[in-house]
């Protein structure tokens, strides 16, 4: 597990490689540190970006969602493709090629299937959050074959992964409880749209324990066995007066398998563990992060803590 002060980290193809966003205000866009920590550029600054996902098959390529982060269905947020050259320090040059029509909104969370040809992402373009198919290298622009629905209803389907051998997505969704926004359960499906079920987690179908979940973040394995994501089901651990200020203090990381056996907790704590992502490779591939390798200064970032009031 690695510390960045940002989120969506992703690795590269090969791993050695982590792209990120540092912050989606001030200091927004994309930075790419080496996983040892060494070196660090800057790939696109401020302009809000979020949620990475690299090309398995180009040497240098991203998918990221341009635009306003926890907006709405018709917020103007586009797929685009960004290529790079990492030969400089510092800012790099970055080719940026918007992907998604401008007028269909809110087009976020792309995935790249395993040969680098297609990507699944979830936009708002039908008044809803559905999930679409789009051609990675020419997208939707100035092809008007390249894009196809594979999801379809009045719910959220949002944040997919495609699996490994490109057969299966995965994806976080509200579909059985629309009318609750926070009702999120593990979804798969297969690639073209067919066969959607849902992945009971923290209970039997049918429990009370199940309709609680709240999962998010969902993706598989390097073996396509596992699936990692973030959920709610661990409860309150601190008392919240005694935590920074955490935007969403809910997450934990679990993995499950495919079947919804083998659920394993990762982490405990009363932060919120969110955006991960798997190493491509053998775990002993990772080297060790410095704290201050990449010649970036350190410094805390807290916010305030919450404070709670009562009349006596």
Known sequence: MLRLNGAFPSFSPSGDLIAFNPDFDSNAGIDIVKSDGSKRWNLLKGRTAFYNSWSPTENNVIFTSIGPIFDSVKATVQIARVSFDLQREGEVQAEIKILTREETGNNAFPSCSPDGKRLVFRSGRSGHKNLYILDAMEGEVNNEGGIRRVTDGPWIDTMPSWSPDGNLIAFSSNRHNPANVDAFSIYVMCSDGSDVRRIYVAGAEGSEEVDRERINHVCFSADGEWLLFTANMGGVTAEPVSLPNQFQPYGDLYVVRLDGS???????????????????????????????????????????????????
């Open 262 to 312: 083998g659920l394993r907790r990762l982490t405990w704590n009363g932060y919120e563990n969110g955006t991960p992502t798997w190493h491509p490779g053998d775990e002993k591939e990772l080297g060790s992060l410095g704290l201050n390798s990449s010649g970036y200064k350190l410094s805390g970032q807290f916010d305030e803590p919450l404070w709670i009031r009562c009349d006596l």
